[in-house]
Every structure is written in structure tokens, then in C-alpha cells.
């Protein structure tokens, strides 16, 4: 899934639809979380499909295949995802966050599969392999039934929002230059900047610090 959606070439990378120039430290919204990068990672858990022991492991992922296949019949959804798809699918980190698996499907099992829920990109469309990522609950609750790109829009603005304040909060200024030059047309962002330029040529000494909450000086 990540490599549709992030291009390389010419110095240059796409992020879903936005472009951006390349970061020096790498950019900072695309690293690793518990070891875990972004998009499709290699499956560690064993496979409960070819899994011989017999303490809970793989009776507990049939169970949770089946959930879903009897929630998505009893909604009307349609449901064409085999069993090992499914577990590819759960065994993932969270597409949003990347947190690991992390649910128990029977807690009082002896070794319970331990997944990752899924979210569907259109919630109009059933659990298919084209609709369907792998989720933690927080954010499959937050999406709610809000599109992919309505999801991700409206985080983005949060993101750009608290970005922006906190890089005039500590006065950096290479922060919010380039937040301007990924998204030009986003108001806000050049006010901050023209406030922190007035803030830089009344009080020149004051301490400005970057993204890494390094001092940095201004000159």
C-alpha cells in the first residue's frame, strides 16, 4: 500500500496528493513507531493458518475471521476476503499510526491471536482487499464513517494547525518556511510567519529553538 501512495524521483516525493521537497533529518511524520515503519511490514506472528498447536491460536483467528464475516453479512456488506488475506491484513500495524497488533481475540485463551482491526477507505463499500486496511481501534473509532480522504483532510488541517502555532511559539522560523513552501495557499501559516518576523526584529536576542526543540541563532 505505501508504494502507492509514496513516490520517489528527481530529489522529489509524493504524499498521497502533496508534494514536498526532501527534509534534510527525514521527514519527521515518516518514521518508525515501536520498530514498526509505515505502510506494509513484514509479517512476524505465525501463521494460524498452517499453525499445528492446538492452544488457541489459530481457533481464536477463525473466530475472529468469522465475526467479521457474520457483522458484514448481517449490514449487507460484501465480504470476498479469504483467510489469508484476512490475517495479512490484521497482522499489520495500524495504517494511521503504525501501533503494532495489539487486541486479544479471547482473552482467556491460552495464546490468543493478537490483531489489528480493519477499516474500510469507503465505508459505502464492503471488506474487499481494495477497500480494506489494517487499523488500531482509536483510530478506526475516530474515522468513524468519515471517507479516507475526508479522514485525512481533516487531520491534516489539525496537524498543519498545531504545527504552525507551536512553530511561532518556539520561533522556528525554517519550521514554518517550510510548511509554507508544501502548502502555499494555506493563510494561516504565512500570518504566523510575518508574526514571528516582527517578533525576530523587536526582540533579536530572544532564545529560538527548532523542531528539535534545539537552541538555534538568528541572524
Not at 201 to 217: A, G, H, I, M, S
Request: aromatic share 14%.
Amino acid at each position: 500500500m505505501a508504494s502507492n501512495l509514496v513516490l520517489e524521483g528527481n530529489g522529489v516525493k509524493t504524499f498521497m496528493s502533496i508534494t514536498y521537497g526532501e527534509w534534510p533529518e527525514g521527514h519527521p511524520h515518516l518514521t518508525k513507531i515501536g520498530g514498526y515503519p509505515f505502510g506494509i511490514a513484514k509479517v512476524t506472528c505465525p501463521d494460524p493458518l498452517t499453525y499445528k498447536n492446538r492452544d488457541g491460536y489459530a481457533a481464536s483467528f477463525k473466530r475472529l475471521y468469522n465475526n467479521y464475516k457474520r457483522r458484514a453479512a448481517k449490514q449487507g456488506l460484501e465480504f470476498t476476503l479469504t483467510e489469508k488475506i484476512f490475517f495479512e491484513l490484521t497482522s499489520q500495524p495500524c495504517y494511521f499510526c503504525a501501533a503494532p497488533p495489539s487486541r486479544k481475540v479471547n482473552k482467556k485463551a491460552k495464546n490468543s491471536y493478537v490483531y489489528n482491526g480493519l477499516d474500510r477507505f469507503d465505508c459505502n463499500k464492503g471488506y474487499i482487499a481494495s477497500n480494506c486496511i489494517g487499523c488500531c481501534w482509536e483510530h478506526n473509532d475516530l474515522k468513524g464513517r468519515l471517507t479516507f480522504m475526508d479522514f485525512y483532510q481533516q487531520s491534516l488541517a489539525v496537524v498543519l494547525s498545531i504545527s504552525s502555532k507551536t512553530a511561532l511559539d518556539i520561533g522556528d522560523l525554517e519550521c514554518l518556511n517550510r510548511l509554507i513552501d508544501l502548502w502555499p495557499n494555506v493563510r494561516f501559516l504565512k500570518e504566523h510567519r510575518s508574526a514571528l518576523l516582527e517578533d525576530m526584529e523587536k526582540y533579536p536576542d530572544r532564545f529560538r529553538f527548532n523542531w528539535l526543540l534545539q537552541p538555534v541563532k538568528w541572524q
